[in-house]
């Protein structure tokens, strides 16, 4: 059973408390001290070990109460007050807190000390779990099968029913079950530690922030979690957490909530993770990496429709040869095997040859096209056609280099502006260091005198 006194620190009697400290031999000094203490409430430093001691005789007192058949003791903590009580027999140990309690009533009447009824804590009857279970067990008077627990109360006013029937009491620091057990003591141990953990990582997230994003020290952790579109690490576990359990359920609730997840919104739902910087360099990389796959693709699907016509000309070329050929490439036409591609259309071919005549790209086909016009080896009609597929097969270079740039310069680019690694980032970072590397490199007036800027060492990669 746990008492409290009521006023424990109001109603202090100095002469009684200092005949105390006479009657345990403590120095004059010390006792001269205390007198000047005490002339205060709470602040004194001394406050609970000269409690402990005025409320020694209390203890003494209840240890020298003798029960038949029952073991107890006491124990007090500044104004908390327990005392527990053995013996083979619920209906026992409650008689002896009746008694004891009269002690304990008896004794503040001197000291003028009252106790407060509203203030106890419940009494709890333990049973350790680890006892050995008879067959015919004959259970004691009040006790609840059910529950597996007695209901029997000491005759004590304060004391309910509804107290009882916690499974729980706590001593100062420590959470006591009624079968002895520690479960809820760890529980409340490790909320704690876990609170202390926490608090220590978002204090190293916010220093990562800082440093990330470059912001002022005075900064506060929201406005940077809002800006940088991060998490709160206590989100951000407890949405694992959540994750990990449906996931790891594997019934009939989990498909449920799967089928809700993956299922179409009436509306466009717009995360605003979609907005993290590294989200966007991601979506950004697999969107040059999806015109690339589409550009390798259309071009192998030209080549092979290229063949596919060109074997078919030659056919009809061979079967069927007529004055209409005549304006037709043969295998026996002096042009390179690389040319050998497919006319285009005659939009596009207009808008290629614009490009062509603007790029300043030069052929060896081209080359030998026009040695051929000079020559006089074939007809203006062929070499028209062999001045399309050259042209063709130049532009079409030229588009994969142009694709091929684009996606070497995306990923340097990307890692830049994410590193912030720019030169508008670093001169806006430490404006001090980018002014001294101009002064230092370069022949500036300064109308200062010499020695107003300090030197500031240059760091690697600036």
């Not at 591609?341 to 080359?367: A, F, I, W």
Request: aromatic share 6%; proline share 5%.
């Amino acid at each position: 059973m746990a008492l409290d006194m009521s006023g424990a620190f109001n109603a202090v009697v100095r002469k009684k408390l200092l005949e105390i400290l006479q009657e345990k031999w403590v120095p004059e000094y010390l006792i001269s001290a205390i007198r000047c203490f005490l002339s205060l409430r709470r602040e004194s430093p001394l406050l609970n070990p000269v409690h402990d001691l005025r409320i020694g005789r209390l203890l003494e007192a209840l240890k020298a109460k003798s029960i038949g058949g029952v073991e107890h003791d006491a124990f007090a903590f500044s104004d908390d007050h327990h005392i527990t009580v053995c013996s083979e027999s619920y209906e026992k140990n409650c008689r002896a807190l009746e008694q004891l309690h009269r002690v304990i009533m008896t004794w503040p009447s001197e000291h003028g000390v009252t106790f407060s009824p509203k203030k106890y804590s419940p009494s709890k009857h333990f049973e350790p779990s680890w006892v050995p279970r008879k067959k015919n067990r004959r259970y004691p008077p009040g006790y609840d099968k059910e529950t597996a627990r007695c209901l029997l109360l000491a005759n004590i006013p304060g004391i309910t029913s509804q107290a009882v029937e916690r499974d729980t009491i706590r001593i100062p620091g420590v959470h006591v079950h009624y079968k002895l057990k520690w479960d809820r003591h760890v529980d409340e141990v490790t909320k704690k530690v876990d609170k202390y953990l926490l608090k220590r990582l978002d204090k190293l997230q916010r220093r990562c922030l800082l440093k990330v994003s470059g912001a002022l020290p005075q900064t506060s952790t929201d406005e940077l979690l809002k800006d940088l579109h991060v998490e709160s690490l206590k989100v951000y576990l407890h949405r694992r957490a959540i994750a990990h359990r449906a996931c790891v359920i594997g019934s009939a609730r989990e498909q449920q909530f799967l089928r809700r997840r993956t299922a179409e919104l009436p509306f466009p739902e717009e995360s605003h993770l979609d907005q993290h910087p590294h989200r966007e360099a991601y979506a950004t990389a697999l969107d040059w990496r999806h015109k690339a796959e589409e550009a390798i693709e259309e071009s192998e699907q030209r080549r092979r429709e290229a063949s596919q016509s060109q074997s078919q000309s030659r056919s009809q070329s061979r079967s069927q040869p007529n004055e209409q050929d005549a304006g037709r490439l043969t295998t026996a036409d002096p042009i390179p095997e690389r040319s050998e591609d497919v006319t285009m259309s005659g939009e596009v071919e207009q808008s290629h040859k614009q490009d062509s005549r603007s790029s300043t790209t030069t052929d060896p086909v081209l080359e030998r096209s026009e040695d051929v016009v000079t020559s006089g080896e074939v007809s203006p009609e062929k070499l028209q056609i062999a001045l399309k597929r050259a042209l063709t097969r130049v532009l079409r270079g030229n588009s994969e280099r142009l694709m091929a740039h684009e996606w070497r310069r995306q990923p340097p680019k990307l890692q830049e502006e994410l590193g912030h690694q720019s030169l508008k980032l670093m001169l806006t970072r430490d404006a001090s260091v980018a002014m001294n590397w101009v002064i230092k490199h370069f022949d500036l007036q300064k109308s200062t005198p010499q020695g107003a800027y300090a030197s500031y060492p240059l760091h690697k990669g600036q």
